[in-house]
């Protein structure tokens, strides 16, 4: 953890610091995400993002979180348009991410042929 992480953790953390703050906890803590977001060495949580199945010509995608929530679902008119609605191309669906991930996430595509063998990409 870097020395800046360091300080402003302790500073949200340090109730006395609040009663002649210029800045709001929230705010503090925006930049907390933000920083921690930058930080060398610290790892986003993944969204791995692939398609469960087909329909004629239509394509169910999800994205599963690493402990294997399902935080999204959708139903698109394309391989091409899965990527976009469930946010990898976009920020659709984002929200449900944050949700789970308030201080980032790392959207992770498999591809078909990943999801059958098994073979993810991105650990």
């Known amino acids: 953890m870097s020395n800046l992480l360091s300080k402003v953790c302790r500073i949200i ?21 933000s920083i921690k977001q930058h930080e060398p060495g610290i790892k986003k949580p993944k969204i791995f993002c692939f398609i469960k199945g087909r329909s004629n010509t239509d394509v169910n995608v999800v994205a599963i979180a690493e402990d294997g929530e399902c935080l999204a679902t959708h139903w698109s008119t394309s391989e091409g348009w899965a990527k976009h609605d469930i946010g990898i191309n976009g920020n659709w669906q984002h929200d449900h991410y944050k949700k789970k991930y308030p201080e980032g996430f790392e959207l992770v595509w498999l591809t078909v042929q990943e999801c059958e063998t098994k073979q993810v990409s991105g650990n």
């Open 13 to 33: 953390e340090d109730d006395q610091y609040w009663s002649n703050a210029t800045f709001t906890r929230q705010g503090l803590e925006a930049i907390l995400a």
